[in-house]
């Protein structure tokens, strides 16, 4: 069964500050996805990935798929309070998975 | 384009009472999901439809819980008799089809058993 774990759980960030999230899966997968969640709304896409060594960059936000170390990483250079979030991935296998969400929080 | 529609947003039941919510997917998806969201927790998928068939209800608790999706386009999933954990955001989301094709979320409906 597929499992996916991130980490970390929590982030405190400051601002201007460069930090990543880390997710990781348990089975061959070559398509992954960000969402993000703000509280009390739903699930906003922000990227897809679909094969070993995609990178695609929105803003502040840099996603990377690494499918072989099964491993995808969601960097965010100078952080900004807007950015503050849940953040999740999610992979795609007999069905979509996701991880526990990684909760940002961008303080001044 | 307009997006997946789910009502209602907020739902407060006592325990062993029954409810049931709605999601309309977005035009000429063919596949539609719901997901479970446990405070804290990342979704879970309860059960997956393509068209009107069941592609995936393998986590769904079906001694409580049931779900259709009549003429393949709205759906409803029902929980008979709700228990307090039960409690969560219960989200649709629809695909232009099962695979290798990105979901689009609702706004979900928040249950809270009492």
């Known amino acids: 069964e597929l499992k996916v774990e991130q980490n970390p759980l929590f982030l405190s960030m400051q601002e201007e500050k460069n930090y990543t999230i880390y997710c990781n899966y348990s089975?061959?997968?070559?398509?992954l996805y960000w969402y993000r969640q703000d509280p009390g709304k739903s699930l906003e896409s922000l990227f897809v990935l679909l094969s070993n060594g995609a990178v695609k960059q929105e803003g502040r936000l840099m996603a990377s798929l690494d499918t072989k170390a099964r491993l995808s990483t969601l960097h965010i250079t100078a952080a900004v309070h807007d950015l503050s979030a849940t953040y999740f991935c999610a992979v795609e296998g007999s069905r979509l998975t996701f991880g526990e969400g990684t909760q940002l929080t961008v303080n001044p | 384009e307009a997006g997946v529609a789910q009502s209602p947003r907020y739902k407060i039941i006592e325990k062993r009472q029954s409810v049931a919510f709605w999601c309309n997917p977005i035009s000429g998806h063919a596949t539609l999901y719901w997901y479970q969201q446990i405070l804290g927790q990342g979704p879970k998928l309860l059960i997956q439809?393509?068209?009107?068939?069941?592609?995936?209800d393998s986590q769904l608790p079906k001694d409580r819980f049931s779900a259709e999706r009549l003429k393949g386009v709205d759906s409803t999933l029902k929980i008979q008799p709700a228990k307090l954990e039960d409690s969560a955001v219960y989200l649709c989301a629809s695909s232009f089809r099962d695979k290798n094709t990105e979901a689009f979320f609702g706004q979900g409906t928040r249950l809270t058993v009492v």
């Open positions: 439809f393509q068209n009107n068939g069941v592609v995936d």
């Open positions: 089975t061959t997968s070559d398509r």
